[in-house]
């Protein structure tokens, strides 16, 4: 055997008994989240979006070398889910309005290569299809100020076990799915928690219209901004407007800042209804290469 040939096989055992370091750790990790498990043991929604997030934020952030970090993001996904059907029965429901596919792709990137997914064409089966326990999770187009019938409106429920936003995709930057560009939010029953970069989602319905601009200055007097408005209003029934608004950072429906801007809203507001969130999904910066310096930790 050449001395070259013999180097590489010696290099090609270096990275199977790495491989099966990896393996080892991956075994051993499943056997903690087993612990999880039982320590969760009674609850009814198992999901941790805010968990999950932060996970993803930690690894990039301590990420070095030339392994790429949308794959090693990639990887840890598969891994996410892979444990979330542990807990019992994990499926999707996505939207599939028939001239938009990619959106079956993004729920394949962020929710795992063989979860169960199945089509929906409109909103409401989503929604009702999330709301019944039909589907874990349900994917839907992101809301746009020209919808004349948004599916969010649907999420306007005090109900314990009424969906709501928990995330936006692509949470990955670059992914490669039909139809470029378009994005998604995604829907489960589970609370909001912080990660420390977040947007909330509320409802606002009001007995006259009000306008975008009263709720932005609202949000402004309770500490926050908004990001989006959306207004929908059906004339066909008694009057009544619901606003959909995004707001920068994490708003907490049992502290401060929600009565306040419930206040500043006034006696035209008659329910505000906290509709979820989500954190930030990763930027480019979160996924570009290390520099050398960065690399070599000097």
């Not at 990137?109 to 064409?121: A, E, I, L, N």
């Not at 490669?176 to 420390?196: D, F, H, K, L």
């Not at 606002?204 to 306008?211: C, L, N, P, R």
């Amino acid at each position: 055997m050449t001395s070259k040939k013999q180097a590489l096989e010696n290099v090609r055992r270096e990275i199977d008994a790495i491989d099966h370091q990896i393996h080892d750790l991956l075994m051993q990790r499943t056997e903690i989240v087993e612990k999880v498990r039982a320590i969760k043991a009674g609850e009814k929604n198992k999901i941790r979006p805010a968990r999950e997030a932060e996970i993803l934020f930690r690894l990039t952030a301590r990420h070095r070398g030339n392994f790429p970090k949308r794959e090693l993001s990639r990887i840890w996904r598969e891994i996410i889910v892979a444990t979330l059907s542990f807990e019992g029965p994990f499926s999707l429901a996505v939207i599939d309005p028939g001239n938009e596919p990619g959106f079956w792709d993004l729920a394949r990137d962020q929710y795992g290569t063989f979860t169960p997914m199945s089509r929906f064409p409109t909103g409401r089966g989503v929604v009702e299809a999330v709301r019944s326990g039909q589907a874990s999770i349900g994917i839907l187009p992101w809301p746009r100020r020209d919808d004349e019938d948004p599916w969010w409106r649907l999420l306007v429920s005090t109900a314990a076990d009424a969906p709501k936003v928990i995330a936006k995709l692509p949470f990955i930057p670059g992914a490669n799915a039909r139809g470029g560009g378009i994005e998604a939010a995604v829907i489960c029953p589970s609370a909001q928690e912080p990660t420390g970069r977040d947007r909330s989602f509320l409802a606002v319905e009001t007995d006259e219209d009000i306008g975008a601009r009263r709720i932005e200055d609202a949000l402004n007097g309770a500490g926050a901004s908004a990001a989006f408005v959306q207004q929908w209003h059906d004339p066909n029934r008694p009057p009544g407007w619901t606003y959909l608004v995004e707001s920068m950072g994490f708003i907490d429906p049992a502290g401060k800042q929600f009565p306040r801007f419930i206040d500043t809203i006034g006696k035209a507001g008659r329910r505000i209804i906290h509709l979820g969130g989500y954190a930030t999904p990763l930027g480019e910066r979160d996924v570009a290469s290390s520099t050398p310096d960065e690399a070599s930790g000097s």
